[in-house]
T-cell receptor
Framework: GAGVSQSPSNKVTEKGKDVELRCDPI?????LYWYRQSLGQGLEFLIY????????KSGLPSDRFSAERTGGSVSTLTIQRTQQEDSAVYLC?????????????FGPGTRLTVT | GDSVTQMEGPVTLSEEAFLTINCTYT??????LFWYVQYPGEGLQLLLK?????DKGSNKGFEATYRKETTSFHLEKGSVQVSDSAVYFC???????????FGKGTKLSVIP
């Protein structure tokens, strides 16, 4: 079946611009995660959505970052007024949380470059 | 807080060599442990997992045993192939948690 998809695969933006990154999770997966992968910091948790519960935003690095998940499916990560340190690969993962599988399925990522 | 430490790379091996990538962790309680692999140009894939002490996860010839006494989850493979060239990440899921904590990754290159 279809896996987690993310778009765009690559995004180059100028410092100060806003960007939106999209994630389509695996159908039926109730949990959705965003992570950031950068050279200096490795893989960092950003935000977690589970069903209709309030998201866990504890990993968001600043208030320039926000995310939403519409209809319990597609999620959008928005970065406002991008900075060069935001350059990274942004990974989305989904999980059939209701089954407590402890297996997160990752998308291919969006490589963001801020110039 | 929870943390994962894995050996720094890069690691370069000849085909059919034995592979060990060390991973140790710090966590309260009884975490679940994972190895993820990222092939060039692809996303992270779960390679294997272990959810309790002394469990051995295995997949594609790779193995790792959850050692609580040494807080370790070392990845091993008896005979690597060129197709195993990738970045390997050790990760843990804290008890009662849902966010993975990753090590920094170890890049493996296997040469013919």
């Amino acid at each position: 079946g279809a896996g987690v998809s993310q778009s765009p695969s690559n995004k180059v933006t100028e410092k100060g611009k806003d960007v939106e990154l999209r994630c389509d999770p695996i159908s039926g997966h109730t949990a959705l995660y965003w992570y950031r992968q950068s050279l200096g910091q490795g893989l960092e948790f950003l935000i977690y959505f589970q069903g209709n519960s309030a998201p866990d935003k504890s990993g968001l690095p600043s208030d320039r970052f926000s995310a939403e998940r519409t209809g319990g499916s597609v999620s959008t990560l928005t970065i406002q007024r991008t900075q060069q340190e935001d350059s990274a690969v942004y990974l989305c993962a989904s999980e059939p949380r209701a089954e407590y599988s402890y297996e997160q399925y990752f998308g291919p990522g969006t490589r963001l470059t801020v110039t | 807080g929870d943390s994962v430490t894995q050996m720094e790379g890069p690691v370069t091996l000849s085909e059919e060599a034995f592979l060990t990538i060390n991973c140790t962790y710090t966590a309260t309680g009884y975490p679940s442990l994972f190895w993820y692999v990222q092939y060039p140009g692809e996303g992270l894939q779960l390679l294997l997992k272990a959810t309790k002490a002394d469990d051995k996860g295995s997949n594609k010839g790779f193995e790792a045993t959850y050692r609580k006494e040494t807080t370790s989850f070392h990845l091993e493979k008896g005979s690597v192939q060129v197709s195993d060239s990738a970045v390997y990440f050790c990760a843990l899921l804290g008890a009662g948690s849902y966010q993975l904590t990753f090590g920094k990754g170890t890049k493996l290159s296997v040469i013919p």
